[in-house]
């Protein structure tokens, strides 16, 4: 429920009329009307010898007179709250204490927030002076609507007069501007000085001035006729009131009895002449008190308009002060602020004026230096360009040198693996006594050792003449011997051929590869791998065994996965290694890794697959940090391996945790061709490195290593005419049409279904390895 506040005076007719428009005006709206209303003013009294001060009459009299004046107070509010019928209604007294009730009225909208106010005319007796001081101190919350006779009027200045207009802009009343204003009453004092201002504004404190000046005796001479007559006026109005009132209460008129009727007559003619002669002096001093009261209300008023000039200018004074100190303080600081500023100008001049004095010499002392530098410049450049050719030249050497070596290393061994991935896939049934032969006599010293100790196989070197096209392959061609049937372990003749028939249906480049076998001694004949196990090449201390760069790694690591991959996927049953570590891993002469002992039955389930994918992963970490990996990783690259590139150090060591992790952990691998699709991602992003113009050089100058993708998968050689199949590795052209046109529809690197048989030409690849051809061409030696 909003409230409405009303402040209305003690003109019964005036309030009922802004009490009508309070309820007319919110007729639509739940309000509630609180009624505000000034207190008795208890300095002065209404007697019967009309409006005295208070302190001229005893207390009692006092007190009855205020109850009394209350009393009406009351039975006014009482009309009011009977005529608002309904709508909840209260009062709130404005005590006036020793303020103005203007300043009263603000400090209560102020106090009880008060956002709607009506406001009749008589509240504050007709002073427009009040009713402006309202209007423009008022809160910005506090709505005032100013009412007389019941009807909305505004209060404005028009002509030097101040008007009550309605909202139709008519004009309803003037207000006296007489009593409480201060230009009404400097315009009758002094009618010379309100000829000459048109408006209360327009009156300065220079022009007040002289107006206070020639009222300062006439304002004296009262005050000291008040002092002398105050004193006598108080007692005796006292002791009048008193008696008056006593007499009017409780005395009747005492009479003589003992007088005849006309003596009474004669007596109470008397009595009535001296009653007329003492209304008449009470008439007479009522008048007289009357224009004391005029009197006084003119010095209080000229006095007011004094002392509000006097803190007009106090304020104006005031402030003028406060905004020189203001400017006094900031000249004071701009001053200073000069002062630094011109100290600091002369500490620089002065720096300055020294350098000037010190230029000529220190120009000529530079000038000289050039001089000599440029002499020792020129030295530097020609020994420069001499040194750069000798460089140019000694780095030729080099390469030519270190090129015929590769050739010469690398010859037998391309040779070798051209004949061995062959598509041919007979194999030859040895002799004993060729066997024998070849390892002679299974010797210690043809037997192979891996990480110091001594394995089951031994290095033969098959010789005869033989004239089919398979024997003629692996003529004088090194092999490796495996025996399966020796003094600690023996194996029966169907296992043997069980394993024969298996070895001859796998057949991948990653894998070892069977070349032929003998049943008489139980031995199968495979590829020999130069390199021997990836363990040796890894943590050998012999300086002949040169450490394998990064980029190296991650290409054993890709051949590794691809091998594993295409034996999980064998058909009709998966293939598992089962010993997965770095002694059954075999790199050739060009550090082709190729898988080795793996098993050979096919009853296997997830949980080998898994322990693949584990062993796999220790692998990795293996191969990053060129230790042996047996808990969490360190923080540290294999140094040996070179500088390897963040983003793939970073991505070889994710393969390897997420391999690594338990079954169930979250990002662990589930088969191996998702670790197959990862660390296909890393090997073309080495690739990339090593492709770069910068990293080809560094790498074939130092290391001489052929980037694996420049090899045929199936082939094993480098590429002349690479062309990219539907799995998306390269192979030579004749190759992948060779292995197609024998019936295959299987990818050669991972064993799935190939979409289609188209081949599109690498040109990219093609490019790279014709560079690589031009780095390398040397005058080869017929001998």
């Known amino acids: ?27 639509s709206v739940n309000i509630s009307i609180v009624i505000l209303h000034a207190d008795i003013n208890k300095d002065y009294v209404y007697t019967y010898y009309g409006k005295l001060p208070a302190s001229y009459v005893n207390d009692e009299s006092v007190d009855y007179l205020n109850k009394f004046e209350q009393g009406k107070v009351n039975k006014i509010l009482n009309q009011y709250i009977a005529f608002c019928g309904q709508v909840q209604t209260e009062t709130l007294n404005i005590a006036k204490y020793d303020e103005p009730i203007p300043k009263r009225i603000l400090q209560v909208i102020s106090g009880h927030r008060i956002c709607k106010l009506v406001m009749g005319i008589t509240f504050l007796k007709s002073s427009s002076i009040g009713l402006k001081y309202i209007q ?82 006439e304002i004296e001479e009262y005050f000291n006729q008040l002092q002398g007559s105050y004193v006598d006026e108080e007692s005796e109005i006292v002791q009048v009131s008193s008696d008056g009132l006593e007499n009017s209460r409780s005395k009747e008129l005492d009479i003589p009895k003992d007088l005849n009727p006309i003596q009474k007559t004669e007596f109470l003619r008397i009595k009535v002449g001296e009653a007329r002669d003492a209304i008449h002096t009470y008439k007479r001093e009522a008048k007289e008190s009357g224009k004391r009261c005029s009197k006084a209300e003119w010095a209080i008023n000229l006095c007011t308009s004094r002392v509000s000039d006097l803190e007009t200018r106090l304020n104006e004074e005031t402030m003028k002060r406060r905004d020189f100190e203001n400017d006094l303080h900031t ?30 010499n220190k120009l000529k002392s530079v000038t000289l230096e050039k001089s000599q530098h440029e002499e020792q410049l020129k030295k530097m450049i020609h020994i420069r360009g001499t040194m750069i050719l000798e460089i140019e030249n000694l780095r030729k050497q080099k390469d030519v040198m270190q090129r015929r070596i ?41 037997r192979i050792k891996c990480s110091g100790d001594y394995t089951n196989v031994y290095r033969a070197q098959i010789n005869g003449d033989y004239t089919n096209v398979y024997r003629a392959q692996i003529n004088h061609a090194t092999v490796a011997v495996k025996l399966y049937d020796f003094e600690t372990k023996h194996v029966s003749d169907g296992e043997f051929d069980n394993k024969v028939k298996i070895l001859s249906r796998v057949q991948h480049p990653h894998l070892v590869a069977m070349l032929g076998f003998c049943r008489e001694l139980k031995c199968i004949v495979f590829e020999y791998m130069h390199q021997s196990c990836l363990r040796n090449v890894l ?27 295409y034996l999980h996927l064998a058909k009709p049953r998966l293939m598992v290694h089962g010993n997965l570590n770095l002694t059954n891993i075999l790199l050739d002469c060009n550090n082709v890794a190729k898988l080795h002992g793996f098993r050979l039955d096919m009853l296997n389930d997830e949980s080998d697959v898994r322990s693949d994918i584990r062993d796999f992963g220790s692998l990795v970490l293996q191969l990053l940090t060129g230790r042996n990996w047996c808990g969490p990783l360190d923080e540290v690259l294999d140094q040996r391996a070179g500088d390897w590139p963040l983003e793939v150090a970073i991505e070889i060591a994710r393969i390897g945790i997420r391999c690594s992790c338990r079954h169930g952990e979250d990002d662990v691998y589930t088969r191996m061709t998702m670790v197959m699709k990862d660390m296909e991602e890393v090997r073309k992003m080495a690739d990339d490195r090593v492709a770069d113009v910068g990293c080809l050089g560094n790498e074939f100058s130092a290391d001489l290593e052929i980037p694996s993708f420049f090899f045929c998968p199936i082939l094993q050689d480098v590429m002349k005419d690479p ?61």
């Open 539 to 565: 943590f050998s201390n012999s300086r002949k065994k040169q450490a394998l760069n990064w980029h190296a790694k991650v290409c054993v690591a890709a051949d590794v996965c691809s091998g594993l991959t």
């Open 1 to 27: 429920m909003e409230k409405v506040y009303v402040a209305i005076g003690n003109d019964v007719q005036e309030g009922l009329a802004t009490l009508e428009w309070t309820l007319r005006k919110w007729s």
């Open 723 to 783: 062309h990219i199949a539907s799995d998306g590795f390269s192979y030579e052209l004749s190759a992948i049409k060779q292995w197609l046109d024998m019936g295959n529809n299987t990818s050669p690197m991972t064993n799935l279904e190939l979409e289609h048989q188209w081949l599109t030409p690498n040109h990219t690849l093609r490019s790279l390895i014709q560079d690589w051809h031009m780095k390398r061409s040397i005058p080869i030696p017929l001998t």
């Open 331 to 360: 000249v004071k600081e701009e001053v200073t602020e000069n002062q630094i500023r011109l100290q600091q100008n002369k500490s620089k001049l002065n720096s300055t004026l020294e350098i000037l004095k010190e230029l000529p």
């Open 136 to 217: 423009r101190n008022k809160p910005y919350f506090c709505e005032l609507y100013l009412t007389s006779g019941g009807r909305l009027f505004y209060l404005k200045e028009r002509n030097n007069e101040e008007v009550i207009e309605d909202d139709q802009g008519d004009t309803v009343a003037k207000l006296n501007k007489k009593r409480g204003s201060f230009k009404g009453w400097i315009g009758k004092l002094f009618p010379e000085n309100a000829k000459n201002n048109q408006t209360a504004s327009s009156l300065t404190s220079a022009e007040s001035v002289p107006t206070w000046d020639k009222c300062t005796e």
């Open 406 to 446: 590769e050739f010469c290393k690398d010859k037998d061994a391309i040779e070798t693996v051209k004949r061995l991935n062959d598509l041919s896939f007979s194999y030859k049934e040895f002799t004993a006594d060729e066997i024998r032969a070849g390892t002679e006599n299974f010797s210690d010293h043809c």
